[in-house]
């Protein structure tokens, strides 16, 4: 499979995105062909990340994912977490690009949810407010024939309650690509 190179530089004054490694949320023996989640997720004051279902807004997107019955395990649903700045010393954060790249290939999905402006952006190489991003399906810059789907973060939905059927018609949207 060919690298996709996703990730933009930091700008001035910018910190370097980082991803943590992938973790496996759903499905049987297959390793490949399903869905990855890239959600933006800042690691907490200790430097470490708590599981990705915790609080109302890791239950809120259990829900999102249960909804379209990715919990019944016949495809792969694999998550990697990205965030801005510095790295707890235990972290299996590397540099977006880097680590994405390096577990592609291993995980090779057919559909990638990118979920807050932080994943969207990085995935796309585009600049524009999440609002613009989401809501179409585009391809993996580099990866023909993986498609990205930006949507909004659970933290944010449970602020903004319009957008859940928004959010909704995104997670409908990668569902059919897939």
Not at 34 to 41: E, R
Not at 119 to 138: I, S, T, V, Y
């Amino acid at each position: 499979m060919a690298q996709a190179r996703v990730a933009r530089p930091a700008g001035a004054g910018e910190e370097a995105t980082q991803i943590e490694a992938p973790q496996r949320l759903y499905g049987g023996s297959a390793a490949q062909g399903g869905w990855l989640i890239v959600v933006d997720m800042p690691p907490q004051a200790d430097g470490r990340h708590g599981e990705p279902f915790a609080g109302e807004a890791g239950r809120l997107l259990d829900n999102m994912l249960r909804a379209l019955q990715l919990e019944s395990g016949a495809v792969p649903v694999h998550l990697m977490r990205t965030h801005r700045g510095a790295t707890h010393p235990a972290s299996t954060s590397q540099p977006f690009e880097q680590g994405f790249d390096a577990h592609l290939a291993a995980i090779a999905p057919r559909i990638v949810l990118a979920m807050g402006p932080l994943a969207a952006q990085c995935l796309l190489r585009r600049n524009e407010p999440l609002g613009k991003l989401r809501g179409q399906a585009a391809e993996l810059p580099g990866l023909p024939g993986v498609q990205v789907v930006a949507t909004y973060h659970p933290a944010y939905l449970l602020r903004n309650r319009g957008d859940k059927a928004r959010a909704w018609a995104d997670l409908c949207l990668a569902a059919a690509r897939f």
